[in-house]
């Protein structure tokens, strides 16, 4: 009878390296109030916050470094229209609450305590809020700078796919020194040299007849008539829109499409033997337009933010109307509205960027857990 050997050296079994892993782990340190920190989208958002309230602080307070206060400036006002100094200041006295007095840090916790509940504050007009004032020009800036974004980017999109395909030659190098030296002209020097050379001195439009939103004794209604006389208006600020960020998108467009001819399901199509208009359409186009989705908030946000100066050059009644009335009249409250309103969009706006570029490419997200979680 045999018998076998025990294996003197027998197999050792060992755990699935995901296990070791997880039995090794260090268990997690922190707090529990700051694991919402390690959150990507969180951390934006606080931090988007946080950048409003410190802009809004700082505005607050360099409002005040300003020569004289609403009080005093419709005090001069009315002076100047013959009252005597007793009567203005009653006159003051009955129509604002506005306190000059009144110490600067309690004034700041009274704005931020009613900024938390929503109100922007009354302005100096009587029976005027803050709210009613922006609304009444900042739909005309919206709809300008709107309008303008479409043109510009669609413009855009088109020229950079034909000098991609069409890289090197004449077209290609036109376009680019053109779109190049437009874009780094600002935007309100840009319109001060439409309205000298294009006004004054080549007479391609009547300055003085383009001015505003709309024509007087027309009526704000769902109209043929009063829909293009508005388009008529917006002409010249959306031009300078356009001519000063189409260039923009059309170099980056170009550079995207050229990385996305090279990439590899490019060739496998082109072997497969389909046009090059259905390429262009189904595959190119397509996936070239993704990178530059982020981008939109970002450029829609800048040009919003600069359209205060286009719009106060070229006498377009938008928000900066209200804005630049506002400042002269040391209403602080609409000022303060207007302002806080413009941050708010320009801030969000490239958070909005930020959050779609970590959505297209997670690698952003993960960078970011890795360098602040």
Known sequence: MSTTAPDANPPVRTAPPGLLKRLHRPASRTPLLLRPWRNYVVRRVIRSVFVVWVVTTLMFFMLRLLP???????????????????????????????????????????????????????????????????????????????????????????????????????????????????????????????????????????????????????????????ISDAFYHASLPVTVYVLTTFGTWALVMKASTITTLEEDYVTVARARGLSDRRIGTQYVGRNAVLPMVAQIATQGGFVFGSAIFVELILKYDGISRELYEAINDRDYATVQGILLLMTIVIVFANLLAELVNSALDPRIRESGNGAEG
């Open 68 to 226: 004289g206060n609403p009080v005093d400036t419709y005090i001069a006002s009315q002076m100047r229209s013959g009252s005597t100094y007793e009567s203005a200041a009653a006159s003051a006295a009955s129509l604002f609450t506005f306190d000059p007095e009144t110490p600067l840090i309690q004034q700041y916790g009274d704005y931020l305590w009613a900024l938390l509940h929503g109100d922007l504050g009354n302005s100096l007009s009587p029976g005027t809020t803050v709210m009613d004032r922006i609304s009444s020009g900042l739909p005309w800036t919206l709809f300008s700078v709107g309008y303008a974004l479409l043109i510009a980017i669609g413009l855009g999109l088109v020229l950079g796919i034909v000098m991609a395909y069409r890289r090197g030659g004449f077209l290609d190098h036109f376009i680019s020194v053109v779109g190049s030296t437009l874009h780094a002209i600002p935007n309100y020097l840009f319109a001060i040299l439409v309205v000298v050379f294009g006004g004054v001195q080549f007479g391609l439009f009547n300055v003085a007849d383009i001015r505003g939103t709309y024509t007087a004794g027309i009526e704000p209604e769902p109209s043929l008539t009063f």
